[in-house]
């Protein structure tokens, strides 16, 4: 059974740095391109970026509204996901979801993790 | 950017009713098109990839359709599990980009 567990949110002055985490299981990770998507409160889904995988050489994308503040990474031995994100802004406040890729979308999601940034 | 633009914004509908909800590509996306429901404080769940391709698992009654610039999602008999918001997602170019979604509320 695939599974993604998201990790890290909390409260975070702005300006300030958080890094969130998703462990996955059930599934060869290294294989699969990786996304984050994040949703504001009583908002819309919004991607913010991908990662694919090693063969494609981790080529990152990402959404303008983080570029150059936010970075994705993986760690294919700890079958890891992960999403530092500094200069964070009020607007950035939001459920980070991430998700497996399967080169057609994503098709399994973890349950979310809130990051809330305010002072 | 591509723009989704999904219709309509809310519905209200009944067991058993047909459901019909539409989003429109502001450029050609071939058919780089997902379907997701979402409920109330739950993660997304994909029901249609590509277009017209059903999620493994998700119950017949829902189909896509469409190509280009103009898709739709259909539910053939509503039940009361499909009570949710629904949004259209692409993935032909970046950066990717959902619809703005489409509660579909109890009548």
């Known amino acids: 059974e695939v599974q993604l567990v998201e990790s890290g949110g909390g409260l975070v002055q702005p300006g300030g740095s958080l890094r969130l985490s998703c462990a996955a299981s059930?599934?060869?990770?290294?294989?699969?391109?990786m996304d984050w998507v994040r949703q504001a409160p009583g908002k819309g889904l919004e991607w913010v970026g991908r990662?694919?995988?090693?063969?494609?050489?981790?080529?990152?994308e990402y959404a303008a509204s983080v570029k150059g503040r936010f970075t994705i990474s993986r760690d294919d031995s700890k079958n890891s996901l992960y999403l530092q994100m500094n200069s964070l802004k009020t607007e950035d406040t939001a459920v980070y979801y991430c998700?497996?890729?399967?080169?057609?979308?994503?098709?399994?999601w973890g349950q979310g993790v809130l990051v809330t940034v305010s002072s | 950017d591509i723009q989704m633009t999904q219709s309509p914004s809310s519905l209200s509908a009944s067991v058993g009713d047909r459901v019909t909800i539409t989003c429109r590509a502001s450029?050609?996306?071939?058919?780089?098109l997902s379907w997701y429901h979402q409920k109330s404080g739950k993660a997304p769940k994909r029901l249609i990839y590509?277009?017209?391709s059903l999620q493994s698992g998700v119950p017949s009654r829902f189909s896509g359709s469409g190509s280009g610039t103009e898709f739709t999602l259909t539910i053939s008999s509503l039940q009361p599990e499909d009570f949710a918001t629904y949004y259209c997602?692409?993935?032909?170019?970046?950066?990717?980009?959902f619809g703005q979604g489409t509660k579909v509320e109890i009548k």
């Open positions: 998700g497996r890729d399967t080169d057609a979308s994503i098709d399994y």
């Open positions: 059930g599934f060869t990770f290294s294989d699969h391109y």
């Open positions: 990662i694919k995988n090693k063969v494609e050489s981790n080529i990152t």
């Open positions: 450029q050609g996306i071939r058919n780089d």
């Open positions: 590509a277009a017209s």
């Open positions: 997602l692409q993935y032909n170019s970046y950066p990717w980009t």
